[in-house]
């Protein structure tokens, strides 16, 4: 018989080491593209109303450590650049996969992960108290249709496949 709450449970579970395998063999220049793409039309009316300007001279280095992909985001002129590998840190933020979307889909707070060692800020706390202020503000009802319920779904699933998990390495 089939068990959709034991596929659900294995598609969760190879999720991390799934894009790991991508993030390893994809050309570089692909993701950073896609990122950026992605990244310029999420925040775009925040571009053009000049909200972003905080970001003026900084790099946020983004690490979701579970599936080793870390990039850098900076305001070039009125776009976001994103630069894999990048040279500038003013931030970081690093969290596993599930941690990331449990605060996209709104399923967890930031301060909540933060103050369980699961969500590290390391640089500049005041560029980070500003990323974290804009993100609240826009919430995730702004991502294409299908995706905040796939997001939450996903969250969900990832609750009830590690409920209690220890805090991210401090490396």
């Known amino acids: 018989m089939f068990d959709i709450k034991r596929v659900n449970h294995k598609v969760v579970a190879a999720l991390p080491s799934m894009l790991r395998t991508v993030t390893r063999c994809a050309p570089k220049r692909m993701q950073s593209g896609m ?57 970081l933020l690093k969290a596993e996969l599930a941690d ?13 992960l933060f103050f369980r060692r699961r969500l590290q800020m390391l640089g500049d706390t005041e560029l980070g108290l500003y990323c974290k202020n804009l993100l609240d503000s826009i919430g995730p009802e702004r991502l294409p249709p299908l995706v905040p319920g796939l ?19 401090q490396a």
Do not use: Y
Request: aromatic share 6%.
């Open 100 to 112: 990331f979307i449990a605060m996209i889909s709104n399923t967890s707070d930031p301060d909540t």
């Open 151 to 169: 997001l939450h779904w996903l969250a969900q699933q990832q609750t009830v496949l590690k409920p209690v998990k220890p805090a991210i390495d």
């Open 35 to 91: 990122l950026q793409l992605a990244l310029n039309r999420f925040f775009q009316s925040e571009l053009s109303r000049g909200e972003l300007s905080f970001m003026q001279h900084k790099t946020v280095v983004i690490s979701v450590a579970d599936i080793a992909l870390e990039f850098g985001i900076c305001l070039d002129g009125n776009k976001l650049q994103v630069q894999l590998m990048p040279a500038q840190q003013d931030l």
